[in-house]
Each structure stands twice: as structure tokens, then as C-alpha cells.
């Protein structure tokens, strides 16, 4: 995956903004430690199972993607972070891996309607899959608090990596993850 000036350029001049559930931000002195404390599975945990209905009306079921490799984007759209980082797994992620059979999507708004998602979707101009979250129930099971996250699920329904924030080193992070899992899916 390569990653692009324009989208190198947002990330470069987006300082990392995360949120916590009242939508402060994070105290920058203790945002590794408050991170890592609010996660409520590690890398190699299974990652839970959850039901949800995508705004287009498609039903989605993690443990139903066995034998591909799952991103889940935990947003709210009260971070301008979220809208940058939902921009780039837009065109550099979503775009680039959306017709391959071993990879799904989808990007969970956190505290979000179906309605308020369709019109999110709409002006962003996302073609990757939104799933309401208006209770929090699917973010719960994952974290405690604070937006944005990133979760890549493994073939094997565990988890591979994780991220919090929009930042430069977190988008090639995230591409490492995903081209390694991408390369590891056994085909039939």
C-alpha cells in the first residue's frame, strides 16, 4: 500500500487527537499509559463478536469473516481526527482493498445513529461500510473509552493491531498490519 502526499501531508500537520467518552482531550503526558489502560484486549486476544446492520441495510457478523482479515475504525464525529483519518482508510486502504475476498471493513460511529452515519457518509463522500453504535455496546466490548481506534482482526478471529489517535506513525503502522495479514490468508 502506498501512501500518498496529499494523505502524508494531512497526517503530518494532524497532531494526535484523541477524545476520551466525554469528548475532552487526552492529557498528552499520560496518553500511552491511559491508552493502553482503556483497551480491554491485547494483540493475539480473541476479538469479541458482534452483530450490526451497516447503513446500507447489510447485516454484519465479525465471526462470520473467518478467513479474512477484519478492519474495525471505532469513530465519533466529534473529533475532527476521526474525519482525517476516515479520509485516508477512504483512499488509501478502502479503495485500494475493497475487491479483495480475504479483506472487510467496517467503521463503527461510536455514539452515532444510522441517520446522522447515512448523512456522515454522504458529505464525506465514504464508500466503506458504517455501522451505528448509538449505545456504545460494540465500543465496550473493545475499549473504555477514547476515539479514534483502529482494530485489525487476524483470519483466525484474533487480534493483530491496534491503534489509537491519527498520527503519521499510526498510519504506517496500520498499512505494516494489514499488508502482513493480507500475506499470511491461506487460500482455499
Known sequence: MKFSSVSFFLFFLLSVCVLDSSGQALDASNLDRDLKASSLHGLGDAAPDFTCRATDGRPFTLSENKNRVVLLYFFSASNPACFVQMKYLESEVFQKLRERDDFRMIALG???TREELVKI???NKLT?????????????????KFVPRVVVVRTDGT?????SGASYGGVLALQEALARELANVKKP
Do not use: T, V
Not at 458504517?130 to 475499549?143: H, S
Open 110 to 112: 461510536r455514539d452515532h
Open 121 to 123: 457518509g454522504g458529505e
Open 128 to 144: 466503506f461500510p458504517l455501522a451505528a453504535d448509538p449505545q456504545q455496546e460494540i465500543f465496550k466490548l473493545y475499549f473504555a
Open 159 to 163: 487480534i493483530a493491531y491496534q491503534s
